[in-house]
């Protein structure tokens, strides 16, 4: 270990990628060696969860250590993001870190725009792209860089018949772009945010990781007939119309083989990101870096992938929505080889970096550290007595009025949809795979009474410190 002080942080978040995705945390069918070498040298959080199922509300929760509904920055498509919100890179190159960012931010509207940074972001070098597509000209910093090799995009991409070349996908330019600033920051210390696009639809891997996954050999989503008939009628509207109000394809149309279709590109993109990742990994190691840098992984939601009828995102809280995976690793600094069932949210993210930084964490912050389990002086398995997850009409165009929480306790989980005589209660110790919605049954609505009071004790408990006490 060098004689810095502050650690470097690498920050990498995937977009939309379940936490059931990595091999080493259980899934068998996908192939993720680097992310599983992340697992041995770092803690991995079994029990973590969103606090929005949609990019935007969660992403805002997780840069500022607020819950949404704090941030004012509840849905997708906002025109900017509030002047007076403050991510934790700005308060990290307040004390003496250089910061940048790769990839998507999502703070705000990017749909054939330039994405306004937020005025206090804290980035020295921003690489932005918010997504692989054209559209946004030279400030697509990934389309750009096609350009300069000499690459069009309408020639080299295949859409899901076979992608992009590896050499030329956005993931594989992001750890380009990561790698340099890490050989021009050596000096340290230094904070970089790697928001990689995929693992999001339109699900097009490159030809040749699409083909290490054969379709056959896949695994059906979860479906049980019938079991939509008492859940939000939204579910059904997506299960026969599609995904996102038919952004997405009608799970009720697709044969079962269109399905594990779906699952092999998904596994493929993952695959890819955790090549790359490897690649990061191994500069790290070159370089003389690995043992004074924080890495962190997670994702910002995940992916319905056909479970319950469902594809993409949106007003739903199951598991394959809300449930991410998270993954803190530094062998020189934190513990190793370390799973934790505590229940922890990503706005804990962002008190936990400057925890680790030996920054105050700031009273306008919402989430609680999680330095003490890293480091091993606190109990892994527990940290809160509960998680909570906000859906306020977050998609344009889609689930449009839908205002929906969920209050989970390790057990239990209670969606309310606000303004609506409808919920979703499910007992995760005996239904695990959330089929029987128990919000009806009349032998459980003594309990279920008892989580909504607790749904709204926590809502009220995420009233935002800054409005209450006036703290900045």
């Known amino acids: 270990m060098s004689d810095q002080t502050k650690p470097n942080i690498l920050w990498i978040c995937t977009d939309q990628q379940r936490f059931d995705t990595i091999r080493g945390l259980g899934n068998a069918h996908i192939r993720t060696p680097n992310l599983d070498r992340l697992l041995g040298e770092g803690v991995s959080f079994d029990r973590a969860y969103c606090q929005s199922p ?203 083989r269109d399905k594990k279709a779906y699952v092999a590109d998904y596994y493929a993109m993952i695959e890819l990101i955790d090549d790359q990742i490897g690649r990061l990994l191994d500069h790290l190691e070159e370089s003389g870096q690995r043992d004074d840098t924080i890495i962190i992984f997670h994702s910002d939601h995940g992916e319905m992938l056909g479970d319950h009828g469902l594809i993409l995102k949106g007003g739903h809280f199951y598991e394959e929505l809300v449930h991410v995976p998270l993954i803190v690793s530094c062998p020189a600094r934190l513990e190793t080889r370390l799973r934790s069932r505590a229940l922890v949210e990503l706005v804990d993210l962002a008190p936990t970096l400057l925890d680790l930084a030996g920054i105050a964490i700031p009273a306008r912050m919402q989430g609680r550290s999680l330095a003490e389990i890293l480091r091993g002086k606190a109990d892994p398995d527990s940290h809160k007595s509960s998680v909570y997850c906000e859906y306020y009409d977050s998609l344009p165009a889609a689930h449009e009025g839908v205002f929906a929480t969920m209050y989970f306790d390790g057990r239990y989980k ?59």
């Open 54 to 256: 949609v990019c935007t509300p969660s992403r805002a929760s997780f840069l500022t250590g607020r819950y949404p509904r704090a941030t004012r920055t509840t849905r997708n498509g906002n025109d900017r993001f509030p002047d007076d919100e403050v991510l934790v890179p700005y308060l990290l190159s307040q004390n003496g870190y250089r910061c940048g960012l790769i990839g998507k931010l999502h703070l705000s509207a990017a749909d054939g725009r330039t994405e306004r940074l937020p005025r206090h972001h804290g980035y020295d070098m921003v690489k932005w792209s918010h997504g692989p597509r054209d559209g946004w000209g030279d400030d697509n910093a990934y389309q750009a860089w096609l350009r300069s090799r000499g690459v069009s995009w309408d020639s080299a991409y295949h859409g899901r018949e076979g992608g992009i070349d590896p050499q030329f996908h956005q993931t594989t330019w992001c750890v380009n772009e990561a790698i340099d600033f890490v050989e021009r920051h050596a000096d340290a210390p230094w904070m970089l945010s790697v928001n990689i696009f995929d693992p999001h639809h339109p699900f097009d891997p490159p030809a040749e990781y699409r083909r290490r996954y054969p379709v056959d050999a896949m695994p059906l989503p979860k479906w049980r007939e019938g079991e939509l008939d008492d859940k939000p009628p939204i579910q059904r509207q997506d299960y026969e119309n599609g995904g996102q109000s038919g952004l997405g394809p009608s799970c009720r149309d697709l044969s079962d």
């Open 414 to 472: 209670l969606t309310v949809f606000h303004g609506q005589e409808i919920g979703e209660f499910y007992d995760l110790d005996t239904d695990p795979d959330e089929f029987d919605n128990k919000w009806d049954d009349p032998a459980c609505q003594s309990l279920k009474c008892e989580l909504i009071l607790a749904n709204f004790a926590q809502s009220v408990a995420t009233v935002d410190p800054v409005r209450i006490v006036g703290n900045f």
